[in-house]
């Protein structure tokens, strides 16, 4: 059985309400209930802060127990050089997701300090980018 985890960041925990044109209007906690059904060989944990050190401080508990990390690291993709190097510090691979297309937003979020220690990015597909996460796993 693979053993992966999403980790969230902040006002992740506001989907369902924030923005629905951008983000949906579906909760997270509903979206993994509708996802989890159809990955029975995969132990999918999930966890959210809003906290960038609880955000590290996760990445370094599971990064070497894990098969995979699923992060969207929301707007700490493009200000945190420490989730960075957490990144770059632990074993298990990273696929960075973002629900939009951080290329059509504002300038500020072309940049990103989690991509170069990532194994791959996919971004711009709505909730359905950390489903194809999932399976670039498998």
Known sequence: MKKLIIINGPNLNLLGKREPDIYGSLTFTE????IKPKYPNVQLDYYQSNIEGELIDKL???????????LNAAAYTHTSIGI????????????????????SR?????????SPNAKGVILGFGLQSYELAIQSFL
Do not use: C
């Open 84 to 103: 960075g190097d957490a990144i770059k510090a632990i074993e298990t691979p990273v696929i960075e997701v973002h629900i939009s297309n951080t290329f």
């Open 60 to 70: 370094q508990e599971v990064g070497f127990s894990y098969d995979g990390i699923i």
């Open 106 to 114: 504002e300038e500020f979020r072309h940049q990103s300090y989690i």
């Open 31 to 34: 979206f993994l209930n509708k």
